[in-house]
């Protein structure tokens, strides 16, 4: 169908989103249904003054996500202001105006779903920085810089790590079981994603913990040390080679060498 022959008259029980995609966008085949729920809810949620505009903004902008993976992934942000200008029917959406949009929908989500703090800083850092290439004025967004992998390339990512210096001194037979660990306590909810900066190193203390219940020996303890030892030299050479953000590498990385100093202290009465 083309422009201009779109056809406005609302179809028996349809939703909101289900007619701006209809009547708003052009060109384009596939609706992104899996997210029709979520524009309703944050439509409805915040009662913005065009509503029409503001859902038109959000399914081209999630036409481009896809699914869970391609949101947390982040590259819809950059395609948003060119879909927008392809695709869009809705008078005054430009790609400056759905960028606001965006953001405003990664706030609400964020704290909607309950996500980690870090996505919500990652996504917010890609808007700004796709704000600077429309030539729109950044809101200042610290750097969040996160090169996402999926859990299947893990042995791949391990294998630049041990080619580098960084593994140097490091038992070979746990690069990829450490990494993977790593990997599946960083993975986005509903997905196969890792975000290596949303690693909760308290969390995975508790999970190693659990993990050796019941076989409190030397062995384990020995184990936990070396895991330990190598994230933290594997979340060093990340920040190194800025597959993820420095400051936030060498945070992860210090709490790694932490959880590894508390390990090899025994056990003892608390103090108060």
């Known amino acids: 169908m083309t422009r201009g022959h779109r056809n406005h008259r609302p179809a028996k029980g349809e939703t909101l989103a289900e ?14 249904a899996h997210w029709f729920d979520y524009v309703e809810r944050f439509v409805e949620d915040t009662r913005p003054a065009n509503p029409e505009l503001t859902c038109a903004a959000l399914l081209l902008a999630l036409d481009n996500a896809r699914d869970a993976d391609g949101f947390f992934e982040g590259s819809w942000i950059h395609l948003l202001p060119a879909h927008v200008y392809v695709h869009a029917e809705v008078p005054g959406l430009g790609g400056t105006r759905a960028l606001g949009v965006a953001e405003r929908f990664v706030r609400w989500i964020c704290a909607e779903e309950d996500l980690h703090g870090w996505d919500e800083r990652r996504l917010l850092y890609l808007l700004d920085q ?21 859990l299947r390339d893990l042995p791949r990512l391990a294998d630049a790590f041990r080619a580098s210096p960084a593994s140097s001194g490091l038992p070979e037979e746990l690069l990829v079981p450490a990494i993977r660990i790593a990997g599946l306590t960083s993975v986005a909810p509903g997905t196969r994603l890792v975000r290596f900066g949303a690693l909760d190193v308290h969390e995975l203390a508790l999970l190693m913990a659990e993990a050796a219940r019941g076989e409190p020996d030397p062995v384990n303890a020995a184990f936990g040390r070396a895991v330990t030892a190598v994230l933290a030299a594997f979340y060093r050479w990340l920040g190194e ?31 108060h």
Do not use: F, N
Not at 22 to 31: D, M, N, S, Y
Not at 130 to 150: E, H, I, L, T
Not at 243 to 268: F, K, N, T, W
């Open 130 to 150: 796709a704000r600077s290439s429309v030539g729109a004025k950044p809101r200042g967004a610290a750097p969040a810089r996160d090169r996402c992998v999926r």
């Open 241 to 271: 080679t800025e597959r993820l953000e420095p400051s936030r590498a060498a945070e992860i990385a210090q709490g790694l060498a932490r959880m590894r100093a508390m390990a090899a202290v025994p056990a003892g009465p608390t103090r």
């Open 19 to 32: 007619r701006v995609w209809r009547t708003c966008t052009a060109g384009l085949a596939h609706a992104p």
